[in-house]
């Protein structure tokens, strides 16, 4: 088990997963239920779905937020980060198809771009600096995030620390994440959608953003 901040911050994402997964069981929660924007079903006003996204958008949420708890909580082999990367990438690639060949979605390019943040944060080696990809052999466990600096995430989750990435690309995923969390709160704000259950799902998204970017950060 790792330091108290990564295990808060585990549970939050924990929960955001699950609201996630409450949201692909229960229709309401998307906005399917017939029901106008404004929530009044008499109000004379013609009924309409409001779901903007669809259910695959939170079952990915779902699968991030379950990937951020293991990794924030225990140690994770090469083998299990290369394959949850690979995931990742797909998941990305899966969101700008969409995006290019389907209809313009912002649920859709925030995934995209947490799913390219997760995805390199998961990789092994090979983008990591020589220094740091030898300073991390002979550990049988890697932590999912790479880190350096004055406080190595392998102490604050538990797990070994991982070879760091070059300081542009934590920087570059730091951007990715910093425009997520923007784009979630603007959407919640001044977004069509109004209903309170789509605008949990918006904080959730900058939930998980945010400690992407907590975990990228003790990288620099």
């Known amino acids: 088990m790792g330091h108290p901040t990564a295990v808060v911050l585990a549970l939050l994402c924990g929960l955001s997963a699950a609201y996630c997964l409450a949201r692909c069981l229960v229709p309401r929660l998307r906005g399917v239920d017939g029901v106008p924007d404004s929530g009044v079903a008499d109000s004379g006003v013609a009924p309409r779905r409001v779901d903007r996204h669809g259910i695959s958008v939170d079952a990915w949420h779902v699968v991030m937020g379950t990937a951020m708890v293991t990794m924030l909580l225990w140690p994770m082999d090469r083998t299990s980060t290369a394959l949850q990367a690979i995931v990742f990438g797909f998941a990305a690639l899966w969101c700008v198809t969409h995006l290019l060949i389907r209809q313009r979605s912002g649920a859709h390019l925030r995934l995209a771009v947490t799913c390219v943040v997760m995805s390199v944060m998961l990789?092994?080696?090979?983008?990591?600096?020589?220094?740091?990809?030898a300073s991390s052999v002979g550990h049988e466990h890697l932590?999912?995030?790479p880190s350096m600096g004055p406080v190595a995430l392998g102490t604050m989750t538990g797990s070994h620390s991982m070879a760091a990435p070059p300081i542009w690309l934590a920087a570059l995923m730091l951007a990715g994440v910093g425009f997520v969390v923007v784009a979630a709160a603007r959407a919640a704000v001044i977004g069509?959608?109004?209903?309170?259950?789509?605008?949990?799902?918006?904080?959730?998204?900058?939930?998980?953003a945010g400690v992407m970017g907590w975990m990228v950060a003790l990288a620099l």
Do not use: F, W
Not at 123 to 133: F, T
Not at 192 to 208: D, I, K, N, P, T
């Open 123 to 133: 990789m092994p080696a090979p983008l990591a600096s020589p220094v740091g990809a």
């Open 143 to 145: 932590s999912a995030v």
């Open 192 to 208: 069509s959608e109004r209903r309170a259950s789509a605008r949990v799902g918006l904080a959730g998204e900058a939930l998980m």
